[in-house]
C-alpha cells in the first residue's frame, strides 16, 4: 500500500529565505507524485507533479521540487520565499489505479 | 466560474439523519473523485468514478457511505444514519482522462459536515 510522511508538521522560514517542505513516500511500482496547497477557507490547489522525466520539477508560483528515487522523497523548495505563500502544504502520491493518498500535510508560515 | 462546485457547502445534521451532497465538476472532465478531511489531517480517498462508473472504493469506507454518478456528470455522495464521528470536510475533485492535465486533481470548496 502507498503512504506518504510530512515529518514537519511546522516550517517557519523568513520571507527572502529558501524554503523546503520535505516529503517521503513509499509505492509500489513508478511513483506519481503530488504538491497541493490549501490556503484559509479556500480549496485544495495544485502545485506541481511528478509523473516521468527531469527529476526537478518547476510548478506554480515559483516552487520546485526534486524527486529523487533512491531516497524516496519529492521535497518542495522555493528560493525566495514571501509572506503570502504561508498556508497548509500537502504531498500526494498516487501509486496503481486512481487512489490518491495524501500527507497530513506541513503548515508553512512565513514569517515578514 | 468554470471550477469544481459544491453544494451545501456546510451542513448541521443529527445523529441518525441522512445526508446527501452534490459535486459539479468541470465540465470536461472524465474523472470524479470524493475524499474526507479532517481536522489536521490530509485529504482521505473515497471513491473514484470515471464517467459514470465508479471504479474504486476505499476499503475503509462504511456500507452507510454511497456515490452516483448517473450520467457522468454532476455527482452524489449520501451517508445514511450519521454518526458523530462522520463529522468532517468532504471533497470532491475532478480531472481530465487525458493529456497534459491529465491526474492534475481540481478540488472543490468542500462540504463541511457537523453531526450532533
Known amino acids: 500500500a502507498q503512504s506518504v510522511a510530512q515529518p514537519e508538521d511546522q516550517v517557519n522560514v523568513a520571507e527572502g529565505n529558501p524554503l523546503t517542505v520535505k516529503c517521503t513516500y513509499s509505492v509500489s511500482g513508478n511513483p506519481y507524485l503530488f504538491w497541493y496547497v490549501q490556503y484559509p477557507n479556500r480549496g485544495l490547489q495544485f502545485l506541481l507533479k511528478?509523473?516521468?522525466?527531469?527529476?526537478l520539477v518547476k510548478g506554480s508560483y515559483g516552487f520546485e521540487a526534486e524527486f529523487n528515487k533512491s531516497q524516496t522523497s519529492f521535497h518542495l523548495k522555493k528560493p525566495s520565499a514571501l509572506v503570502s505563500d504561508s498556508a497548509l502544504y500537502f504531498c500526494?502520491?498516487?501509486?496503481?489505479?486512481?487512489?490518491?493518498?495524501f500527507g497530513p500535510g506541513t503548515r508553512l508560515s512565513v514569517l515578514p | 466560474d468554470t471550477g469544481v462546485s459544491q453544494d451545501p457547502r456546510h451542513k448541521i445534521t443529527k445523529r441518525g439523519q441522512n445526508v446527501t451532497f452534490r459535486c459539479d465538476p468541470i465540465s470536461e472532465h472524465n474523472r470524479l473523485y470524493w475524499y474526507r478531511q479532517t481536522l489536521g489531517q490530509g485529504p482521505e480517498f473515497l471513491t473514484y468514478?470515471?464517467?459514470?462508473?465508479?471504479?474504486?472504493k476505499s476499503r475503509l469506507l462504511s456500507d452507510r457511505f454511497s456515490a452516483e454518478r448517473p450520467k457522468g456528470s454532476f455527482s452524489t455522495l449520501e451517508i445514511q444514519r450519521t454518526e458523530q464521528g462522520d463529522s468532517a470536510m468532504y471533497l470532491c475533485a475532478s480531472s481530465a482522462l487525458a493529456g497534459a492535465s491529465t491526474d492534475t486533481q481540481y478540488f472543490g470548496p468542500g462540504t463541511r459536515l457537523t453531526v450532533l
Open positions: 468514478f470515471q464517467n459514470e462508473a465508479q471504479l474504486e
Open positions: 500526494a502520491v498516487r501509486g496503481h489505479g486512481q487512489n490518491f493518498v
Open positions: 511528478y509523473i516521468t522525466g527531469d527529476n
